[in-house]
């Protein structure tokens, strides 16, 4: 019987028909592909984010970043024409085609993916629109003037005025 760990998707996510659509998904993958490319996301500034994939092998033709709704896909596909000109007595370096896919948070964009040293940096930002950025909001400490006793009769005889 096996045993799945879901302590990542509770991390990640709040509201159960978000987690049982990620335990379908979850289910349905093989445990080779969970692992495959490896992959690091790090914390760049108080609203930025970078993911870094490990993608050796790949060029940039090979790779595409598609953001959809609250997904970012990357896949990777090598060409077979490229595989036929070299014979391999060893390989190490794995180049099978892979999809990994990121659940983003509400309001994250994706501002630019680059390729360097065989490795894939995707950077993003979280970009509050202004309605929901904390503002402060400023105290008056000055009380209410009390109305006078002239403002009061004023008050009374414009009302007297219109009743007659």
């Not at 984010?49 to 709704?69: C, H, K, P, Q, S």
């Not at 190490?92 to 630019?112: P, Q, S, W, Y």
């Not at 904390?134 to 004023?154: F, L």
């Amino acid at each position: 019987m096996r045993s799945y760990d879901l302590t990542p998707l509770l991390r990640a996510t709040v509201g159960f028909d978000r987690m049982f659509n990620m335990l379908d998904a979850a289910a349905r993958l093989d445990e080779g592909a969970l692992g495959y490319p490896p992959y690091n996301i790090e914390k760049t500034g108080p609203d930025a984010y970078r993911i870094v994939m490990a993608v050796a092998g790949f060029g940039e033709d090979d790779l595409d970043v598609t953001v959809t709704e609250n997904s970012l896909v990357v896949t990777g596909k090598k060409e077979g024409a490229e595989a036929d000109k070299v014979t391999h007595l060893y390989r190490g370096i794995a180049t099978r085609a892979f999809e990994r896919r990121f659940d983003l948070a509400d309001h994250m964009r994706v501002t630019g993916a680059r390729l360097e040293n065989g490795l894939l940096h995707i950077e993003l930002v979280r970009e509050l629109p202004e309605a929901m950025k904390p503002r402060s909001i400023m105290i008056d400490v000055t009380p209410p003037s009390a109305p006078t006793s002239a403002k009061i009769i004023e008050d009374a005889k414009v009302i007297e005025d219109k009743a007659a």
